[in-house]
């Protein structure tokens, strides 16, 4: 059974740039019926889908953030990390990282959850 | 991005009630819309998958359906431990696949 534990700073400083990295057991982040998500969620509100990776490292993020944000791979660790930089107070959420499935495209297997704050 | 509109935004609902949850999509998104259960604290879980499939493990009582712009989760027979916020995501428009703001299910 695959598990993703998210791990990194809890307090970032504005502008400075916010560093999360995913570990994946149970399953690996080269199989090729699986994207690697990352999904955040403000205290108190809505999930918001931030980008993906596929094995082959092509990423692809959501157009709010694309400017700030970077998704990346390292195979012989077994994780996937994301940057985001330039980091604000509107960055301040709970950061969860995910599998989705590839060919129906939803996400079946999440990590716990890791709160970012950002603040001086 | 294509914008996911769930209603009603929370309910108060008693213990074998049913339930009708509602999520409409500012464009067609086909059948690619999956809905999730989170409770406080927790992860999201994924409940139903592509519109109307349910997740090997998640009780029957989980229904769901649409397509195109229109989509409904139902939950037959309310039980304690359903109460949670619920939230559908459309997955066809790459490359954000957005979520609804969420329903929270709570105890009349």
């Known amino acids: 059974q695959v598990h993703l534990q998210e791990s990194g700073p809890g307090l970032v400083k504005p502008s400075q740039t916010l560093s999360l990295t995913c570990t994946v057991s149970?399953?690996?982040?080269?199989?090729?019926?699986?994207?690697w998500s990352w999904i955040r969620q403000p205290p108190g509100k809505g999930l918001e889908w931030v980008g993906y990776?596929?094995?082959?490292?092509?990423?692809y993020y959501s157009p709010s953030l694309e400017s700030r944000v970077s998704i990346s791979l390292d195979t012989s660790r077994n994780q996937f990390s994301l940057e985001l930089t330039s980091a604000t107070a509107a960055d301040t959420a709970v950061y969860f990282c995910a599998r989705v499935v590839t060919w129906r495209r939803e996400a079946d297997s999440w990590g716990q959850g890791t709160l970012v704050t950002v603040s001086s | 991005d294509v914008q996911m509109t769930q209603s009603p935004s929370s309910l108060s609902a008693s213990v074998g009630d049913r339930v009708t949850i509602t999520c409409r999509a500012s464009?067609?998104?086909?059948?690619?819309v999956n809905w999730y259960q989170q409770k406080l604290g927790k992860a999201p879980k994924l409940l139903i998958y592509?519109?109307?499939n349910l997740r090997s493990g998640v009780p029957s009582r989980f229904s769901a359906s649409g397509s195109g712009t229109h989509f409904t989760l139902t939950i037959s027979g309310l039980q304690p431990e359903d109460f949670a916020t619920y939230f559908c995501q459309q997955s066809y428009h790459t490359p954000s696949y957005t979520f609804g703001q969420g329903t929270k299910v709570e105890i009349k």
């Open positions: 149970g399953d690996s982040i080269s199989n090729i019926d699986y994207y």
């Open positions: 464009q067609s998104v086909s059948n690619y």
């Open positions: 990776i596929y094995y082959t490292g092509d990423a």
């Open positions: 592509t519109a109307s």
